[in-house]
T-cell receptor, first 113, second 112 residues
């Protein structure tokens, strides 16, 4: 199984809503990531978890709150988002060793209204 | 700060032709990745290049890495329509593969 599964695939939320994005992998990868991608732009790293601990936070606003409940799951909790947060949110995973590519999920297309 | 530059950003080519996409980066690294992204889809790993002089080929695509020049190339041979996509190179300077800095991408359109 070389899949990273993200749910939901599409999400529309109001600026006062609270929602969560979910990501799951069963490849035994101990590094998991959240990326944000705007249209026609490259992915931008948001968070990195290594062995279920947050190791990198790329100065992301607190309205985005990551959580790694176990080695297979990664969540991104969303609260009080702005319209400019609308984007494709990609989850990825990789081995910790560093000499390997990341495997990306299909993404959640988020629209904030 | 690591900068990764790709060129060209847009490439329109006819089927059967050859072309090369370039990826330059600003800081010493020996880990470079090429990904493909179809419109509205996720990223698919194409190549992992881990040493100077590394060359990898898959079908009509061949990637190489010159760490001394800080340059990677993605060569397309006899392009076909199915290769139409956006191609990103990504460079690591840390131990975690996912903390990659991506180039801006090259959008390739292959026309009949």
């Amino acid at each position: 199984d070389t899949e990273v599964t993200q749910t939901p695939k599409h999400l529309v939320m109001g600026m006062t809503n609270k929602k969560s994005l979910k990501c799951e992998q069963h490849m035994g990868h101990r590094a998991m990531y959240w990326y944000k991608q705007k249209a026609k732009k490259p992915p931008e790293l948001m968070f990195v978890y290594s062995y279920e601990k947050l190791s990198i936070n790329e100065s992301v606003p607190s309205r985005f709150s990551p959580e790694c409940p176990n080695s297979s799951l990664l969540n991104l909790h969303l609260h009080a988002l702005q319209p400019e947060d609308s984007a494709l949110y990609l989850c990825a995973s990789s081995r910790i060793s560093g000499y390997t590519e990341a495997f990306f999920g299909q993404g959640t297309r988020l629209t904030v209204v | 700060e690591l900068k990764v530059e790709q060129n060209p950003l847009f490439l329109s080519m006819q089927e059967g032709k050859n072309y090369t996409i370039y990826c330059n980066y600003s800081t010493t690294s020996d880990r470079l990745y090429w990904y493909r992204q179809d419109p509205g889809k996720s990223l698919e790993s194409l190549f992992v290049l881990l040493s100077n002089g590394a060359v990898k080929q898959e079908g009509r695509l061949m990637a190489s890495l010159d760490t001394k020049a800080r340059l990677s190339t993605l060569h397309i041979t006899a392009a076909v329509h199915d290769l139409s996509a956006t191609y990103f190179c990504a460079v690591d300077i840390n131990t975690n593969a996912g903390k990659s800095t991506f180039g801006d991408g090259t959008t390739l359109t292959v026309k009949p």
